[in-house]
């Protein structure tokens, strides 16, 4: 796990690095960051955006319930819109939550009046992300 953690913290320090910290050799952490890969518990490597310096002022979180009947639907329609940078199904308030990143409050509203126009979501709810705390 401790792997794990470092590599979260930062995707692109080095093996060595990351064998120095850990008090093992880097060959070790090679061999388990490979198998971690492997067993498919490494699924793939990203990086961290910070959205206003790309001027996007408004990063949002939006919870969607849909009919039962129109679920499916509504999750193929929206994995197509290149406005949601992350989908998931999700328990709890809300059937779907999606990740987007606006420019402005104004393009976020023109997004959610979209979002009430698809056939089968039924509400709408919006939270706006002011902080990234960790």
Known sequence: ??????????????????????????????????????????????VEINPRELGFGVKALIGLDTTPQKYLAVIQNLKKNDQILSLYSSSGDHMIMME?????????????????????????????ITELIK
């Open 100 to 128: 987007c990143w606006f420019e402005d409050d104004e393009k976020l509203y023109d997004f959610l009046e979209q979002l009430e126009k698809i056939n089968g979501i039924i509400d709408v709810c919006p939270t706006i």
């Open 1 to 46: 796990m401790a792997v794990i953690k470092e590599l979260l913290r930062n995707g692109r320090k080095s093996f060595v690095d990351i064998a120095v910290e850990l008090n093992v050799t880097e060959t070790a952490i090679r061999k388990r960051v490979k198998k971690m890969e492997k067993e498919g518990i490494i699924i793939r490597y990203s």
